[in-house]
């Protein structure tokens, strides 16, 4: 069984925390973009001061390597338009390091695609309509779609996806696009793109957004929904639970986040500053971290409904979702419909 985000097993998850090890880390290199995504988590995008230098994120790159990291995972602002990508792709692949990249498709031309097919990047492109109005209004930029939909050309244009060069559309569930998903999940999967859907984590915008908001029993019959595609259609087998759509987050036992002025976090969703990389060493603040070692001892510490599931033994639904909602990132997920004291967001 391979979890969080497709590519460890559960052994080599089971290996990495016996030996406090990561497997992946997640980085901003800048928190500027162009879009004003109506559920990001990233809430001020236009003047990031005190951001890390190119030397900064190297060493810090270097360091999730020491711990063990395979792959690292690059967020935002916006990836694309960061001025130095090309520098930073090439030193982490000098490195032989993974590298996924989460984008608006914003930079993505002829140039800049066949950079990404040349270092073997792997690719979450983000669209989360194929309506064209719908898809601008959740950017909060029009013209949206079309970037969108461009870059999705320009990368297929450049060989995506094939065996090699693995390419995911990253999309949030919410009430204006949640009719369409089981159609778009179909159309992915026919043109071999992994669909990465996903439960919005009621942070920052989504808070101040709540026409976005999903209940728990709309969510439970998508998941059902697409887990029968899925079986039905493309004779893949998973068991629906949030709040990944047919995979499993188990991130905090692996992997961390550190943010474009190098705070390091749990994840984008549990914004718990544990130190920063220009004070500490990056394996220093996560050995020493309560949050950390909380988080990797979860069936112990977990509380409530969480406690209690039946999927205790290999889920611990969205640590986001229980810190933005509750205060407590070990409370039970509130947003997760095995949750019976789950209250609609």
């Not at 969080?4 to 016996?18: D, G, S, W």
């Not at 064209?132 to 060989?159: F, H, N, S, V």
């Not at 693995?166 to 159609?183: G, K």
């Not at 992915?188 to 808070?207: D, G, S």
Request: net charge neutral; hydrophobic share 40%.
């Amino acid at each position: 069984m391979q979890l969080y985000n497709l590519e460890f097993t559960e052994q080599e998850i089971k290996q990495a925390v016996a030996a406090d090890r990561l497997l992946s880390m997640e980085i901003e290199f800048s928190r500027i973009c162009n879009f004003r995504c109506s559920y990001c988590y990233v809430e001020e995008k236009t003047r990031c001061t005190d951001e890390l230098s190119r030397a900064e994120i190297k060493d810090t790159i270097l360091q999730a390597k020491e711990l063990g990291a395979r792959k690292i995972i690059i967020l935002g602002g916006e990836p694309s338009i960061y001025p130095h990508l090309e520098e930073m792709l090439d030193f982490i692949d000098k490195e032989r390091l993974e590298i996924e990249m989460f984008t608006n498709g914003t930079g993505i031309d002829r140039q800049l695609a066949v950079l990404l097919a040349k270092y073997r990047i792997r690719v979450a492109l983000k669209l989360n309509s194929r309506n064209k109005e719908i898809q601008d209004r959740l950017a909060g930029k029009k013209g949206a779609y079309e970037i969108m939909t461009r870059a999705l050309a320009t990368l297929q244009e450049a060989g995506y996806p094939s065996r090699e060069l693995f390419l995911a559309i990253s999309t949030v569930i919410c009430r204006q696009n949640i009719d369409e998903l089981p159609a778009m999940w179909q159309w992915l999967r026919r043109q071999n793109i992994e669909p990465y859907f996903e439960v919005i984590t009621p942070q920052a915008n989504a808070l101040e957004n709540s026409w976005l908001m999903v209940d728990g029993g709309v969510l439970k019959a998508l998941f059902e929904r697409l887990a029968a595609i899925d079986r039905d259609e493309f004779g893949r087998h998973w068991e629906p639970q949030p709040p990944l759509v047919g995979n499993k987050c188990m991130r905090h036992q692996v992997s961390c986040l550190v943010t474009a002025t190098g705070e390091v976090m749990p994840c984008v969703g549990v914004t718990i500053p544990l130190d920063t990389i220009r004070r500490n060493r990056l394996a220093d603040i996560l050995k020493n971290s309560e949050v950390i070692n909380n988080l990797k001892n979860y069936r112990e510490m977990i509380k409530g409904e969480c406690r209690a599931c039946e999927k205790a033994a290999e889920c611990y639904g969205c640590r986001g979702a229980a810190y933005q909602l509750t205060g407590d990132y070990l409370a039970a997920d509130p947003t997760c419909w095995r949750n019976r004291t789950q209250s609609d967001p």
